[in-house]
């Protein structure tokens, strides 16, 4: 007889989601066969910014349950400066890693305002947007340590 004549029957492996199954994992067990298992802690962490006021806090805030918004000042400071360095909204988000919508949010006055994405953009529009001189052009100094 030659080789070709015989019919061969080979079982196939487990599939990677049957081979994770609880059954699956007991029975190599069973077999003595080596199971490494390896447990995943804190996934799925891929979060925008975080906002600053907790529930809790606001829950307290008996006269007024909402958070505290961009001022419409700060929002018209926000458009001028973006206008006078000839940019789009969209520009302005890609210039400082956000999305279009946050710029959009800021300057009609509907965003929490969050210093992180603040300072962003008041480097690039140059004009300062937090403290008493909204409005006035940061001053390009050496940094006080």
Do not use: C, F
């Amino acid at each position: 007889r030659r080789a070709s004549d015989y019919i061969v029957l080979r079982k196939k492996g487990p599939t990677a989601a049957q081979a994770k199954s609880k059954q699956a994992i007991l029975a190599a067990q069973r077999r003595g066969e080596d199971v490494e298992t390896s447990k995943k802690w804190a996934p799925g962490q891929n979060k925008q910014h975080s906002i600053t006021k907790n529930t809790a806090e606001l829950d307290r805030e008996t006269e007024e349950l909402h958070h505290d918004r961009v001022t419409l000042e700060v929002g018209k400071v926000i458009q001028r400066g973006r206008q006078s360095n000839g940019l789009t909204q969209k520009d302005l988000a890609t210039k400082i890693n956000e999305k279009p919508q946050i710029i959009a949010d800021y300057e009609s006055g509907r965003a929490i305002p969050n210093n992180q994405v603040l300072g962003k953009i008041e480097r690039a529009i140059g004009l300062k947007l937090r403290g008493k001189d909204i409005g006035k052009p940061i001053e390009k100094g050496p940094k006080a340590k």
